[in-house]
């Protein structure tokens, strides 16, 4: 059931944040590349083409730095958990080191980007470690640095890892590095912008069709294009569809108040599950330990805020941490190989038709790396990384798990304020939330995407799709897709 949860509801990322609004787009405009969205994939993409010289618009249907990467844990690092001893059994050695390059090229971009634009995002080199507090557990940490080594990491095995409680292994990849995600994509909206790029906010895309080659319609007016890049976090359109490839998920995030700026040396994730990632951060009140809980499939937990409980109760356990600033959900993609897709789906069928989706998590170097593949085929550059992530690659089809609804009550009575619930009448399925003054908000439960029943979300109080990970607010509005428009109105 829904209830009070400690601090403010929002990413400690954006918090205070003073940063340039854009227009949205009031125009029919014609540009060579447009990009919908404006998270690290987009604008990666924007400016390495403008690097290019090409002609590129971007629009972002919110405002920049408030989605997924201005809600991300921020830590620009090859380390993503265990994976290159995977990827070498399962894709061999080549793609595997295809992928430690890619993301390797990717943190170094960044790197680059934030010295040579002067981006103030709060940058700094850590240290990453995976530790594990299962001595039985201690081989997998050793056969993934020996893996990580071969791709020509600097990985070593500490016996423990430097945390305030006791560990049985850690894996440590030096000169890792940390940010603020959501000022570092305003940096680069700075940037795109000063190098003669054009960025439209809160210009949501309703349709995206072929024109004389792609065109894109918002409220507010349309772009014309010879290529469209959509790095939307789960594409709203495709010609090979990557719903049935990928598997919606969250997980939660929470930032404490504390006085020890050197609370931690270094950014951290345990092996074991549930997980733990964690590092410091800040906001304009001071220093904050961040921590990320284990993650789930959207839609398909009836009780969100239990994990806040359950992580606050853990950190406290753990560190000697003051009041909780802010918490909030989070939400990715995954891909069974745990590689993206990015690229062309058809080049024959929709030639100049980009996406770019599930970053299992890992979308900060990934994000990065797929920016600059995107502008390497668009310029018809040679890329190893083509292969990598191609979206056309084989998956199979029982890897997505469509969920229902977990959020069927019996009658609105049972709908406290504050609360959501699901309602059947008719045979329709109705989404109810009844504001904190008791008001009623009535809407269809079926998400316009594909139809399935939503979730209420008692934690971001959002209307959550439990089959594609699409996201509305309370008052039925969009605010993740692949859905594009909101839920009907609906009446009791």
Known sequence: MDAELPGASGSCWTAGLSAPRYPSLQASIHAETVVVGAGIVG??????????????????ALDIGGQVTGRSTAKITTQHRLIYQQLIAQRGRELAQDYADANKAGCDLICDWVDRHAIACDFENRDAYVYTRD????????????????????????DRAPLPFETAAALRFPDQAQFNPASYLHGL?????????LLFERSRTRLIDEANRWRVVTDGGNIHAENVIIATNMTVKSPLGMARRTQPRMHIAMAFRTDDADLLDGMFISLEEPSRSLRLGRDADGPLLVVLGPRFNTGQDGDVASRFRELEVWVRDHFDVGDTAW?????DYDTLDRIAYVGEPDSSKAPGFYIATGFNAWGISNGTAAGMLICDLIVERRSRWKALYDPARPAPEDFHRDGDSQSIVASVEEIAPGHGGVIEKDGEKIAVYRGVQGGLHVLSAKCTHKGCTVTWNNADRTWDCPCHGSIFSADGSVIHGPAKNPLALAVL
């Open 189 to 197: 909206a700075k940037a795109f912008i000063e190098g003669g790029g």
């Open 135 to 158: 001595l039985g557990r201690r081989n997998e940490i050793e056969a993934e640095a020996a893996a990580a080594r071969s791709l020509g990491f600097n990985a070593t095995i500490l």
């Open 43 to 60: 604008l990666t993409t924007g400016l390495r083409l403008r690097e290019e010289g090409r002609e590129v618009a971007v629009v972002e």
């Open 327 to 331: 918490r909030w959900c989070n939400e």
